[in-house]
């Protein structure tokens, strides 16, 4: 199907199904219930699911695949959605254009960013991307403010030229009408399913960007890009030039990360500094290698797990865990909510670190992995399954 083995095709089928079903998969518990605290079928959620799902597609070619570990994929991020704004201010609310621009943006400033930065490999390139982020995030802070409007961030406002904008036209980001703020909700009984108009776009460009993947991992130009994570030298002293290829891999990687914040701009038509920082770099980085790094599916699962456990930590405060742990004596109860409480809240990041570290040292392989252990365990012939080095295992 779709120039796919039955393999790969399973693949894209499972990826479609979570994505199509999702808002009545992440809602799982009634809503006026206390495991509703879980649930994460809101838009806003879920569109983050996707776009971030998207942002580590495109990196894992470059990592995952190239062998290449860039620490400033968030500039792309940053100048996608930039771009993205600067279409709403100049033509209208549609986000088609928007979009388009995003990610022919981000691929020119790619180009330009990897041109330089490839000269070097290993931890060389490594800095060079850290470096070019930080300082495409200085510039945009306050530098180039007549662009980026610096700290508060690039967002339309009434008295901007719009020359597309009709009268009574929206006023809101749409597809040619249909508001990405628009959704369906559904009430099943103690359930309540919502299915937003944003995140369906979403989830349609995330399953278009990971069926090109998918097509650039089994391609021939695929197999080039894992040669020269295998051995760049020995590639070299066969004629073959690496460069064009690896540049070629850092600009699909780029163009990836402009599209996902494209569609962070057109869910919210706003555009910050903040997203051009190292941290979200990190963040990308650490999505990756979760899931299960030069493997299809890991970046997606990595994305989602990354983005549902910052949902849960952030949200539990005092007296929510004041209620869970009411059963315990007082004088137990106590000394274990102050140490629980510096995990979560503002203190999320530090249980997220943890089980990151969990995961990487139990998983080297990442969430995949993990699948495929479960799998030899219960599967009728775990000896016959072995991963190859020509097609990694999903």
Not at 2 to 26: C, H, S
Not at 281 to 307: H, Q, R
Request: with cysteine.
């Amino acid at each position: 199907m779709l120039g796919l083995n039955r393999k790969d095709t399973a693949i894209l089928l499972v990826v479609a199904a979570l994505a199509i079903f999702a808002p009545i998969i992440l809602n799982l518990f009634p809503a006026r219930s206390e495991l509703a605290f879980f649930n994460a079928g809101y838009p806003d959620l879920m569109q983050r699911f996707v776009i971030f799902g998207i942002f580590a597609i495109g990196f894992n070619i470059l990592f995952g695949l190239t062998g290449y570990l860039s620490f400033g994929h968030a500039a792309f991020l940053g100048v996608g959605s930039y771009a993205a704004v600067w279409m709403f201010k100049l033509l209208n609310y549609n986000v088609v254009p928007a979009i388009l621009l995003s990610i022919v943006v981000a691929g020119l400033f790619s180009v330009v960013i990897g041109w330089i930065s490839l000269r070097r490999s290993g931890i060389y390139f490594s800095i060079l991307t850290l470096a070019f982020a930080e300082m495409s995030y200085r510039l945009a802070y306050s530098v180039l403010t007549p662009l980026t409007n610096g700290e508060t961030g690039l967002q339309v406002y009434t008295d901007d030229p719009q020359v597309l904008m009709q009268a009574g036209g929206h006023i809101v980001p749409h597809l040619f009408g249909l508001e990405m703020r628009a959704r369906e909700v559904i009430d099943v009984g103690p359930w309540q399913f919502v299915f937003p108009v944003g995140y369906y776009l979403c989830a349609i460009l995330m399953l278009v960007s990971f069926y090109i993947s998918i097509r650039i991992f089994r391609s021939p130009f695929g197999l080039m890009l894992r040669a020269i994570k295998s051995n760049q030298t020995r590639m070299t002293y066969t004629g073959l030039n690496p460069k064009p290829y690896t540049l070629a891999a850092f600009v699909i990687s780029g163009m990836y990360a402009g599209l996902a914040g494209g569609l962070l701009a057109s869910m919210d038509p706003l555009a910050g500094a903040e997203r051009m920082q190292w941290t979200a770099s990190g963040e990308v980085v650490i999505m990756t290698i979760l899931g299960g790094a030069g493997t299809l599916i890991g970046p997606i699962l990595g994305a989602g797990t990354i983005k549902y456990l910052e949902n849960v930590f952030s949200k539990m405060n005092e007296g929510l865990l004041h209620k869970w742990f009411a059963f315990l004596p007082d004088w137990v109860e106590s000394p274990v909510i102050w140490v629980v409480s510096k995990f979560t809240g503002e203190g999320w990041h530090l249980m997220l670190g943890g089980l990151f570290m969990l995961v990487i040292i139990a998983l080297p392989g990442g969430l995949v992995e993990g699948g495929q252990r479960i799998m030899r365990l219960f599967g009728r012939k775990p000896k016959a399954e072995t991963r190859t080095s020509t097609e990694p295992a999903e």
